[in-house]
């Protein structure tokens, strides 16, 4: 059982910066994938960014390449998502997620284990 806890959203203006944190319970932190989704007013749910177990193969969608990056801490068991140069489009609600499978992350499927999300706004 994963618990997931993310932190760090808030209101910033287009072409500023936030880091998003997600806290995870559990002693298998580092057996799992984890990815970030997102979820835009009337919108599906949508696959960010994702990383392996080891921290070594992280991915991240086209619409954010060059401007988040994803990381992970498994000593701290969080994970993080660095987002810069933020744009209107961006706005949205953000999901940490815990599954054992990246590609599984990678091909949009939701993971077992989410979060409750944090609000991300970016004014123009």
């Known amino acids: 059982q994963v618990q997931l806890v993310e932190s760090g959203g808030g209101l910033v203006q287009a072409g500023g910066s936030l880091r998003l944190s997600c806290a995870a319970s559990?002693?298998?932190?580092?057996?799992?994938?984890m990815g970030w989704f997102r979820q835009a007013p009337g919108k599906e749910r949508e696959f960010v960014a994702a990383?392996?177990?080891?921290?070594?193969?992280?991915y991240c969608t086209d619409s954010v390449k060059g401007r988040f990056t994803i990381s992970r801490d498994n000593a701290k068991n969080t994970v993080y998502l660095q987002m810069n140069s933020l744009k209107p489009e961006d706005t949205a609600v953000y999901y940490c997620?815990?599954?054992?499978?990246?590609?599984?992350?990678?091909?949009?499927?939701?993971?077992?284990?989410w979060g409750q999300g944090t609000q991300v706004t970016v004014s123009s």
């Open positions: 559990g002693r298998t932190f580092s057996s799992y994938a």
């Open positions: 997620t815990a599954d054992p499978n990246i590609h599984s992350l990678r091909a949009g499927r939701f993971g077992a284990y």
């Open positions: 990383i392996s177990w080891s921290g070594t193969i992280p």
